[in-house]
């Protein structure tokens, strides 16, 4: 089973000098945290503020590459969590045919929002990262916590 | 010449990935190119420290565990067929170079818009041979140096 879930947006995390991408599904009952790098997190975070760079980023390049043969980004699905690393499938359609290609959530989700492609996270993944310990960190984190992606 | 014109292949003179150098104190790397045609030269560009990182990767072809983003592009050429052929640095303009990419499938041959360090990046994966223009080497130490820097100039124009 899979869940859509959307990306809520980014946090700074002080703890870890690391990101968080938030996911969440339609009813707010999920949640789904991925820490990234900092550079991950600036190439999500210019889709979700519809930034256009003067010239193209990783991400905006990895879209033209599969736009010039007019192969498309079906979706990208959250499979697995395993020793702390999340795994991603993105799923492409290329000339009648679908294609499966092992990713980083953070290049996945990147290209997702670039590409208007939705996100799906396994069940297992939400269910196993839906511990009272990280949401209680959540919420004790202040409004100052967010935004601070300065990249 | 606009960046979509298609250099001649007498035109084109390929360098090789040579070095990344950091520069201290700075969120940046240079990317040194080396002439390969038995002309001494070489051809600075500096990048992010992202992107240096991402092409040093390729160069000292350290295996990640995961796929890094360019790993990630070559993935999807080979899943689709589509062959990486070559990367051309093919202009610059205001202190920022543009490379392309030119990519072939089935005898359909595409050319893709691309900072340096993604070309860059893509073709030491893929591999592919690296080209500069011959009019951007003549053009790159007179007009449009950014006045900071001693050579080259960067793929990102600072703000």
Not at chain 2, 138 to 145: D, H, M, V
């Amino acid at each position: 089973m899979i869940t859509q879930m959307h990306v809520k947006g980014l946090m700074f995390d002080p703890y870890n000098n690391a990101y968080i991408v938030v996911l969440r599904d339609e009813e707010h009952s999920d949640m789904l945290p991925i820490w990234v790098g900092k550079s991950e997190a600036g190439a999500i975070s210019m889709s979700l503020e519809n930034v256009t760079p003067p010239r193209p980023m990783t991400h905006d390049f990895m879209k033209s590459f599969l736009d010039a043969f007019n192969a498309k980004v079906i979706s990208v699905v959250i499979t697995d969590l395993s020793e702390h690393t999340y795994f991603s499938k993105i799923h492409l359609m290329y000339e009648d045919s679908e294609y499966t290609v092992d990713a980083r959530p953070s290049d996945a989700i990147a290209l997702a929002l670039r590409s208007n492609a939705p996100v799906f996270a396994n069940n297992s993944v939400i269910t196993k990262q839906s511990s009272e310990e990280l949401e209680q960190w959540l919420e004790n984190l202040k409004p100052e916590d967010f935004g601070k992606l300065d990249s | 010449m606009s960046a979509v014109d298609r250099p001649k292949e007498q035109d084109l003179v390929e360098y090789r990935v040579e070095r990344i150098l950091e520069e201290a104190n700075t969120d940046t790397r240079i990317v040194v190119l080396a002439r390969q045609d038995g002309v001494p030269d070489t051809f600075p560009i500096w990048v992010g420290a992202a992107e240096g990182n991402a092409i040093k990767l390729a160069l000292d072809t350290m295996i990640t565990p995961r796929p890094m983003s360019h790993d990630l592009i070559k993935s999807f050429a080979e899943h689709l067929n589509i062959t990486i052929q070559r990367v051309v640095i093919s202009d610059v303009k205001n202190s920022t170079y543009y490379a392309m990419v030119h990519v072939a499938n089935k005898g359909v041959e595409r050319t893709i818009d691309a900072r340096p360090s993604d070309a860059i990046s893509l073709a030491l994966r893929a591999p592919c041979p690296i080209y500069v223009t011959q009019d951007v080497l003549k053009r790159r130490s007179t007009t449009n140096l950014d006045a900071s820097k001693d050579i080259g100039a960067p793929e990102v124009q600072e703000t």
